[in-house]
């Protein structure tokens, strides 16, 4: 199984609606990350929230996570056009200073 | 600020070749990642290097897979030979050591071998 997953698999939402998308996992975290990749360009981080923190904002973003549940969610509220591409929560240890990525969510925002 | 550097973006190689992806990171950052991404598989971990050393060789991809730092600035894939199931987009990623610090990534190598 999967050490991180985000769900769901894909979505559509039509532009200036928000959305969520939802990252469980299954390691020892010290922070998790959230990145966006746009077709033909690599992952980029939008929010790396530290085990020690709740919430993380970053403009029209908005993460939280819940160490005790092992999750994790990505909201993004007045979505445009430009926000379509895959999201992904990766997690990251310092004991193995390893980072876990998941699958992705698919994000269609239709004008 | 220069981010990560890849080329080329696009390769095509026959099965059996050998080809060489390059990869330049952000200046200063000491550590290093080459990933494959495909469709099913998503983003897989072939290589970590610390200040050029390296940390992790990806285990599966051991025998054909080859990554090499040639310097703090310079990063190479090598692929020998190549066969069809390695049509995927190879990405470098590189960061600076620390605590959970950001990992950024370059546009990738789409790879197609025939």
């Known amino acids: 199984s999967q050490l991180a997953e985000e769900n769901p698999w894909a979505l559509s939402v039509h532009e200036g609606e928000s959305v969520t998308v939802n990252c469980s996992y299954k390691?020892?975290?010290?922070?998790l990350q959230w990145y966006r990749q746009k077709s033909g360009e690599g992952p980029a981080q939008l929010i790396l929230?530290?085990?020690?923190?709740r919430e993380k904002r970053n403009g029209r973003l908005r993460a939280t996570l819940d160490t005790s549940s092992q999750s994790s969610s990505l909201s993004i509220t007045a979505t445009r056009c430009e926000d379509t591409a895959v999201y992904f929560c990766a997690t990251f240890n310092t004991g193995n200073y390893k980072y876990v990525f998941g699958a992705g969510t698919r994000l269609k925002v239709i004008a | 600020d220069a981010g990560v550097t890849q080329t080329p973006r696009h390769e095509v190689a026959e099965k059996g070749q050998t080809i060489i992806l390059k990869c330049e990171p952000v200046s200063g950052h000491n550590d290093l990642f080459w990933y494959r991404q495909t469709k099913i598989q998503g983003l897989e971990l072939l290589s970590y290097?610390?200040?050029?050393?390296?940390?992790?060789d990806g285990g599966a991809f051991k025998d054909r897979f080859k990554a090499e730092m040639l310097n703090s600035s310079f990063s190479t894939l090598k692929i020998q030979p190549t066969e069809p199931k390695d049509s995927a987009v190879y990405l470098c990623?590189?960061?600076?050591?620390?605590?959970?610090?950001?990992?950024?990534f370059g546009s990738g190598t789409r790879l197609t071998v025939l």
């Open positions: 390691t020892s975290i010290t922070a």
């Open positions: 990623a590189s960061s600076f050591w620390g605590s959970a610090e950001t990992l950024y």
């Open positions: 929230i530290r085990s020690n923190e």
């Open positions: 290097f610390r200040s050029k050393s390296l940390m992790e």
